[in-house]
């Protein structure tokens, strides 16, 4: 469903058990499954090679990585190029909550403008 680079450390963050990209086998899955239900977690092994090797480095988390999952989805809209009434219609919330949210992201990323935003999206691969 999504490249696992971009999602497992926000469903990590969130409280995940687990995380397992959709084009996995079959096999895997039940797998994972399994070891959840026993109360284990699992994330592949290039996942947790990633993150011990982040860890080892130092590496401070991107701005991005402190934003809630509907800040993330909205930042990813606006970044697409869609307008605060583009998103509130697809999100079903409205108008002046979007801006809400706007203004958050650009306060917690320390951003001033869209096309920064949208550069940086881009420079980081969070958008498609």
Do not use: W
Request: hydrophobic share 35%.
């Amino acid at each position: 469903m999504h490249p696992e680079e971009r999602y497992a450390v926000r469903a990590l963050k969130l409280g995940a058990d687990g995380y397992i990209i959709k084009n996995s086998v079959p096999e895997e899955l039940i797998k994972v499954i399994k070891k959840i239900i026993s109360g284990g977690n699992y994330f592949s092994e290039s996942f947790a090679d990633r993150l011990y090797t982040d860890l080892q480095k130092g590496i401070d988390e991107q701005p991005h990585q402190n934003l809630s999952a509907r800040e993330y989805e909205v930042m990813c809209n606006l970044a697409s190029g869609k307008s605060v009434k583009e998103i509130a219609d697809e999100l079903f919330l409205s108008v002046p909550t979007i801006s809400t949210y706007r203004a958050r992201i650009m306060e917690k990323m320390n951003i001033k403008k869209n096309s920064e935003l949208t550069f940086y999206t881009i420079k980081y691969n969070l958008i498609d």
